[in-house]
Nanobody, 120 residues
């Protein structure tokens, strides 16, 4: 499973970029897909995820500003980011919990990350 992210860059405060992450390769099933930003000097933290059944979870810090959506047919997850703040600056990593084969265990896969820099 290879995750490829896009959509980062330099954004002014208040901007609304959208990140995309597509899973490529051969696999049996993807359960959860999620976004984890990692700011400089800090740990990677979950901001939003969605299960294959459509259940979502958002961190309090982004509720009302970030929206995660998922296109199951395209194995793609999106993160619509609104009202960006300088403190949202981070490398945003896509995560997928996937099983490669039928009855194989589900494992974590990570993308290479996409930088989002919010200028004030």
């Amino acid at each position: 499973v290879k995750l490829v992210e896009s959509g980062g860059g330099l954004v002014h405060a208040g901007g609304s970029p959208r990140l995309s992450c597509t899973a490529y390769g051969t696999f049996f099933s993807i359960n959860t897909m999620a976004w984890y930003p990692q700011a400089a000097g800090k740990q990677r933290e979950l901001v939003a995820d969605m299960t294959s059944g459509g259940s979502t979870n958002n961190a309090d810090s982004v509720k009302g500003r970030f929206t995660l959506s998922r296109d199951h047919a395209k194995n793609t997850v999106y993160l619509q980011m609104n009202s960006l703040k300088p403190e949202d600056t981070a490398v945003y990593y896509c995560n997928a919990v996937a099983a490669v084969y039928y009855r194989s265990i589900y494992q974590n896969y990570w993308g290479q990350g996409t930088q989002v820099t919010v200028s004030s």
